[in-house]
């Protein structure tokens, strides 16, 4: 090594020696650093301090604990040391130690004192360094209390529950599913239903007193934390939930995270091992695949599109359906159940349909899981299946009655239905659901029938053109305007259409502005059509369940509210996944759905007659009777709007004119 090398490289020794940091100009490739200053004592021993002080109050705790001790400790020594003590008060160490300990817990111990001034200065100290830990001790519990209020508060403790409802996310849908889930849970014992969600818990509880005031025994346990983050799922204990409900969140992609949802949980590290059982709703069909792939066989999806669009288009074309479906939907009403019924075995679907006196037979579910609503009467029922049928509650069908009775065919009268001609169907609004409204009308209006679509906005002629453009029956017209001006529907002529729609204005407007400009259409429609010389169907979609009662001023024929019916079919699937099937059958224009058919076509009106007579003579038809909608109270909400599903099968009923039978058909 050269002279000059050695003593470059002694150069940089003194550098460091010095504590200085200095640059070196490496050779290209070699690594360059920088000398650190060497810590003082003074700085180590604050940096392990500060590292202490960092753990919380427990910490803080055992600094104040080792400060009384060395208080204490010196307070004894100095005393007993220089001899402070009073003749009258002289004690060993050990003693003198408690007294010390005394002065320092208790002020008032020094007003007793005697002897010297400077016993008296001494334990004066130690009083007033007693003061100052008592009071950090204080203010240190304090702290640590309200943190773990705090804590608490944020809702982030393990959920120790066992077989209870866990419901991910959060919306408006929480305060339809909870009420429905109390009313399905008061046989249960000690149900509960927990909810993890992206929100403060102390909100959520306060909102959910607010709306769902009472809920009849079942105790709601409120989580914060998001849906798609493993460790936050894992709060709520899904490994124990008897169902999992995801909630379509309020987003610019809501399908996405219902997905990822879904997915956190069949494909987590700590996934249970026998499955879950999830219910989800998505809101684009095209995600329903996708939705499929991650769910496997442990998840059933609600398309919210399809669902709603198929409701609307079977309650324009009769008038009272959808309360067919919220009475079959709602859990404080008739159900549909599963039950597993071995006398049955061998005997033939049209039999079974009179096998129970409080029950209506509407299907089969086979031993393979596959489901049949409606099947042709001569189907058997073999080993392994179940009836699925509409009862008021599951415990009548565990303690079933069977009907002993005799169906009079004497009052059977087969009146022929007349085709369906071509129509003219008026929709009025737009929102994502509208071109899957006219694509499901086409499964049902004879060919030549035309759909007239009004809506102020400029989307809605291309995605018809994109969405509709395999119609077989109808002819859309498509035509700009604004929907809540009575001069431009007065101009629609209103009296020339069959069927009026009215849609809500979903992705345009907040709920309660869309609701609003769809009462003010409504008032319209309902005042144009008071004047016509004929009857005009009207049935309007809702968002909000609040606006309900409101759209009744109307006297329209029929309001769905998307959401609430969404919220209410996610309640009934979360306690029996096979009903996510049997309600897509229903809700399919391919299988049987309800229709509202006049009892005269069905029995004699004006002679009494039993449910059970209408059953035999819906069975003739090839249709499976759930029950009757009385005429003369079809427009009153108090009374579920005259429907009257599963009556007893023995019960004696008169006929009248303009009453109905309700009836799963194929058309």
Request: aromatic fraction near 6%; charged fraction near 25%; charge should be negative.
């Amino acid at each position: 090594m050269s002279s000059t090398g050695r003593l470059a490289r002694e150069r940089t020794k003194s550098r460091f020696a010095a504590g200085t940091a200095t640059n070196l100009r490496a050779p290209r490739g070699e690594r360059r650093f920088t000398a650190a200053p060497v810590p003082t004592r003074r700085q180590r021993l604050r940096y392990r301090f500060d590292a202490t002080m960092s753990r919380g109050p427990v910490a803080l705790v055992g600094w104040l604990a080792l400060l009384t001790l060395a208080l204490i400790g010196a307070g004894a020594v100095v005393v007993l040391v220089f001899g402070l003590v009073p003749d009258e008060g002289r004690k060993s160490f050990i003693g003198q130690l408690f007294s010390t300990l005394m002065h320092a817990m208790d002020p008032g111990t020094v007003a007793g004192d005697g002897g010297s001034w400077q016993f008296l200065v001494a334990m004066l100290v130690v009083t007033l360094g007693g003061l100052f830990i008592v009071s950090a001790l204080i203010g240190v519990i304090a702290t640590a209390l309200d943190e773990k209020l705090l804590e608490l508060r944020k809702g982030r403790s393990f959920v120790v529950e066992h077989d209870h409802t866990l419901v991910l996310g959060w919306s408006d849908a929480v305060f339809t599913i909870l009420p429905e889930l109390a009313i399905a849970n008061e046989s249960e014992s000690d149900p509960t239903i927990v909810i993890l969600a992206d929100r403060d818990k102390v909100e959520m509880e306060d909102a959910i007193r607010a709306k769902v005031p009472d809920m009849k025994g079942t105790r709601v346990i409120c989580r914060t934390g998001s849906p798609i983050d493993l460790a936050d799922v894992a709060i709520a204990n899904p490994r124990a939930a008897r169902s999992v409900i995801v909630l379509s969140p309020e987003s610019d992609d809501p399908d996405s995270e219902v997905i990822k949802t879904v997915l956190a949980l069949t494909r987590g590290p700590h996934r249970r091992e026998d499955g879950y059982e999830i219910v989800a709703e998505i809101h684009d069909p095209a995600n329903l695949e996708a939705a499929h792939l991650v769910g496997g066989d442990q998840a059933a999806f609600v398309d919210k599109r399809e669902t709603i669009a198929k409701l609307i288009v079977q309650a324009s074309r009769q008038s009272g359906v959808s309360a067919a479906y919220v009475e079959l939907l709602d859990f404080d009403g008739e159900e549909i159940y599963f039950r597993d019924d071995p006398v049955l075995t061998g005997v033939s679907y049209g039999e079974a349909l009179l096998a129970y006196e409080h029950a209506t037979v509407i299907g089969i579910q086979r031993a393979d899981g596959e489901i049949l609503v409606n099947p042709p009467a001569e189907t058997l029922l073999e080993e392994g299946d179940r009836v699925i049928a509409v009862a008021e509650d599951d415990s009548v069908l565990e303690q079933v009655q069977r009907y002993a009775g005799t169906p009079d065919l004497s009052t059977i009268v087969n009146g022929e239905r007349v085709p369906d001609a071509a129509q003219r169907v008026l929709i009025i609004g737009w929102n994502s659901r509208t071109s899957t409204v006219v694509n499901e009308l086409d499964h049902y209006v004879a060919p030549g029938s035309v759909v007239t679509l009004m809506a102020d906005t400029t989307d809605a002629a291309d995605a018809i053109a994109l969405e509709c453009a395999g119609l077989a029956n109808l002819a859309v017209e498509v035509r700009h305007g604004n929907t809540t001006d009575r001069a431009t529907l007065e101009a629609l002529d209103v009296g020339s259409y069959a069927h009026v729609i009215v849609m809500c204005y979903a992705e345009h407007l907040d709920p309660q502005r869309a609701d609003a400009r769809t009462l003010v259409t409504l008032l319209h429609l309902r005042d144009i059509a008071a004047r016509l010389d004929r009857a005009v169907s009207i049935v309007s979609e809702m968002l909000d369940d609040r606006n309900h009662e409101l759209a009744q001023v109307t006297e329209v024929d029929d309001v769905i509210v998307s959401d609430k019916v969404l919220s209410l079919l996610l309640a009934q699937i979360s306690e029996n996944r096979h009903l996510a099937e049997v309600f897509r059958i229903l809700f399919d224009a391919d299988g049987s759905e309800i229709y509202l058919r006049e009892m005269s076509d069905y029995v004699e009106t004006g002679r009494e007659t039993t449910f059970a007579t209408v059953v035999a003579a819906a069975r003739e038809r090839g249709e499976s009777a759930l029950g009757l909608r009385l005429a003369e109270l079809a427009s009153d909400p108090a009374s579920r709007y005259g429907m009257r599903l599963n009556p007893a099968k023995s019960a004696l009923y008169v006929p009248a004119a303009g009453d109905q039978v309700v009836v799963l058909a194929e058309d």
